[in-house]
């Protein structure tokens, strides 16, 4: 499956925060690199259960024509229907971790929506928002791809030794792990399926 690094595309640029009133217009201007979680996402789920090939270029730009990016980085409740209707896909949500396991299990991609635990001072993923690829399970771990993976994003003290990189960027943890660090009151997974 295609992996796709929003850190390696600083050069392109992602507009965001486009509804802040307190964001000055410079502001907004922001990078895939810092960003783009959510169309590096989009992008290698269309690759993986299509026959095409979505360039992030095109994806910020269904992004920003649909207005998911208004918020902080990219809403998935706006960008992912669209996506889905683009390119036929079959698309539902939920926060139900058995749900989750069992549409991987039937050939399905997801994109999940992790956060900063409440308490903790810092994510296993991230330090505020992030979306990453849940790409199959064997039910007791998740394949991930993480957009913003690089070398000893890991092996800091509060994450060291949760998440097994020995095959980067093909990442394993354990579901229950992953489904910790999601935000409560808000959409868990984005199911992604081929049409049947």
Request: proline share 5%; aromatic share 8%; hydrophobic share 35%.
């Amino acid at each position: 499956m295609k992996y796709i690094n929003q850190l390696q595309h600083r050069h392109i640029p992602y507009h965001t925060r486009m509804k802040d009133p307190d964001v000055s217009p410079t502001d907004r201007i922001r990078s895939v690199a810092a960003s783009g979680c959510g169309p590096c996402c989009v992008c290698m789920v269309v690759e993986a259960l299509t026959n095409h090939s979505l360039s992030i270029e095109d994806c910020i730009a269904i992004s920003e024509a649909c207005e998911a990016n208004y918020g902080r980085g990219t809403d998935m409740n706006v960008l992912a229907p669209v996506i889905a209707e683009k390119y036929q896909l079959e698309y539902t949500k939920t926060s139900d971790l058995d749900e989750a396991v069992a549409h991987l299990q039937k050939g399905g991609q997801i994109i999940a929506h992790v956060c900063v635990p409440e308490g903790a001072t810092i994510g296993l993923f991230t330090k505020g928002g992030h979306y990453i690829a849940l790409i199959s399970t064997d039910g007791k771990d998740f394949c991930i791809l993480d957009p913003s993976y690089k070398e000893g994003k890991f092996d800091i003290p509060e994450r060291a030794g949760r998440v097994d990189t020995s095959c980067a960027p093909y990442l394993y943890c354990d579901i229950h792990t992953v489904h910790a660090e999601t935000k409560p009151n808000r959409v868990k997974y984005h199911l992604f399926a081929r049409k049947r």
